[in-house]
């Protein structure tokens, strides 16, 4: 006797997604079909019916995704799976799709439009396609792509035109892959789009003739930038770099102790939006010295003792929170706590935590007060969801879960 399939799927998570996909199709559409069954079990039974959804079944499962009390996750399965039928357009359409509250619905009708080949949605998945979230990226462009194939390049870049960044970046990615010159797209004024031409911009001497004629000093630095990466020459990368006088984004009451361990740390991986001068520098200047992370713990630890606070050994920020991690430890004392960075000898602490200040002080720490406030311009990195320039306490002290 076949197993059942609340026996393939019996947690969630734990669906035997080969035994679903042999499944008799009819049993996983009436499954799917029916809301009263657990989301997590009506997921997978969608999925096993790629390429198999019986005809008899597909009003039901066009139904289910109308249907806005349903589950999210069971819906979007669906959509992938009949959303192409033309028949469903007219409600995809209506205006409040945009206004779903189900999360990633409202971007899953409009990825389903371009793929039923919806030209009036080109605008609007352009937006998506410019997204800083993966799978939102992922979704405009192969919309995108559809429309393409449905109507024709010329026909989605007539209907998106060259004004907004989106639709420059739509084209940027146009001619790439149809192995165009895109060099000019690094003199872009939209640092979302300069920063692509950077990643898919051709060869080294293509870049060395563009620094020739860059217009701008940015232009030239998103120049040296892919150049790098493409020569990984760190020679010709500082000599181009000081050729253009060392360029950097001055923050005021941003000193060097301060800005070299927070470059040298998120440059290196920090969101398209950040001036590429951040990115240069930190390839052309010496990186901090080795942090002697346990050794500031250490003589944190000691002098707290010393000063009779009888603090608790260290802990680091993604063990105190169970999750994530970051750039601190957490010591506690006395029902208040004491932040030590990872990137230099600083210390941080709210309210009656500023009791450990004199002997920290005294140890060498340096103490983070009204210097935190300062925001660390046009260098944006991400935090909890955000991508923006974040203050010098939030750096020193980053917590990500």
Request: glycine fraction near 6%; aromatic fraction near 8%.
């Amino acid at each position: 006797m076949p197993e059942d399939i609340e026996t393939l799927i019996p947690s969630a998570g734990q669906a035997d997604t080969d035994a679903l996909r042999t499944y008799d199709a009819e049993e996983l559409a009436r499954y799917a079909a029916e809301p009263s069954h657990p989301w997590w079990r009506r997921k997978p039974c969608v999925e096993a019916l790629a390429g198999r959804v019986p005809q008899t079944w597909t009003g039901a499962l066009l139904d289910r995704v109308r249907d806005v009390e349903d589950e999210g996750e069971v819906r979007k399965a669906l959509l992938e799976l009949v959303g192409d039928r033309p028949e469903l357009l007219p409600w995809l359409r209506d205006e409040d799709r945009r206004h779903e509250k189900s999360y990633g619905m409202p971007e899953a009708f409009l990825a389903t439009r371009g793929r039923i080949g919806d030209i009036t949605a080109a605008e609007e998945l352009a937006v998506l396609a410019a997204s800083p979230w993966r799978r939102s990226e992922e979704a405009g462009e192969a919309a995108l792509d559809a429309l393409v194939e449905r109507h024709g390049l010329q026909a989605v870049l007539d209907r998106l035109g060259e004004e907004r960044p989106e639709d420059r970046l739509f084209r940027l990615r146009m001619r790439y892959r149809a192995d165009q010159d895109v060099t000019y797209a690094l003199a872009d004024p939209d640092r979302m789009v300069a920063h692509l031409a950077h990643r898919v911009v051709h060869g080294a001497d293509e870049l060395r003739d563009f620094l020739t004629r860059a217009p701008t000093t940015e232009s030239k630095l998103w120049a040296i930038l892919a150049l790098y990466e493409r020569t990984d020459d760190p020679d010709e990368t500082r000599r181009l770099y000081e050729a253009l006088g060392s360029p950097r984004v001055e923050v005021p009451g941003l000193d060097e102790e301060l800005r070299v361990p927070i470059l040298h740390e998120y440059a290196p991986w920090c969101h398209r939006l950040t001036d590429p001068r951040w990115r240069v520098e930190a390839l052309c200047t010496e990186p901090p010295a080795p942090h002697d992370v346990e050794g500031w713990l250490h003589r944190a630890t000691e002098a707290l003792t010393s000063a009779g606070l009888a603090p608790s050994a260290p802990v680091g920020c993604g063990a105190y929170h169970q999750q994530g991690d970051g750039t601190y430890h957490i010591i506690e004392f006395g029902g208040s706590e004491v932040w030590i960075s990872t990137l230099g000898p600083f210390a941080f602490a709210y309210e009656d935590g500023d009791r450990a200040r004199p002997a920290l002080e005294a140890a060498g720490f340096r103490w983070m007060d009204e210097e935190t406030a300062i925001t660390v311009t046009d260098l944006h990195v991400y935090y909890f969801g955000n991508r923006l320039p974040l203050t010098v306490d939030t750096l020193l002290f980053y917590w990500q879960d």
